[in-house]
Nanobody, 126 residues
């Protein structure tokens, strides 16, 4: 599956932004799809993920009150709605995917995901 993340941009603090991860060459219903972000000089950080098979979602605790992950079946996308953005949210946002396994765990490490899009820049000004 090939992934493409889009929707980033430059916004002011307090604004909202919606990112989308589009898939081609595969059907996202077979995958766990996640959003990560990476700020300059920092490691790639897990943001949220969605499992189509069970409609489960999971988040990094510090972001779950402001970020919401969802799917759009018709568009074959997984979206990340971000609200009340702060400058610390500035990063390149990546979407990743992995085939949903039979286990019950909810992966949060970049190495758990085999497929990646190119990333979209989000910049939040103060």
């Amino acid at each position: 599956v090939q992934l493409q993340a889009y929707g980033g941009g430059l916004v002011q603090a307090g604004a909202s932004l919606r990112l989308s991860c589009a898939a081609s060459g595969g059907i996202l219903s077979d995958y766990d799809t996640a959003w990560f972000r990476q700020a300059p000089g920092k490691e790639r950080q897990f943001v949220a993920a969605f499992r189509w098979r069970s409609f489960a979602d999971w988040y990094t605790d510090s972001l779950k009150d402001r970020f919401t992950i969802s799917r759009d079946k018709a568009k074959n996308t997984v979206d990340l709605q971000m609200s009340s953005l702060v400058p610390e949210d500035t990063a390149v946002y990546f979407c990743g995917a992995r085939l949903t396994g039979s286990g019950g765990r909810y992966p949060t490490k970049p190495t758990d995901y085999a497929y990646w899009g190119q990333g979209t820049q989000v910049t939040v000004s103060s």
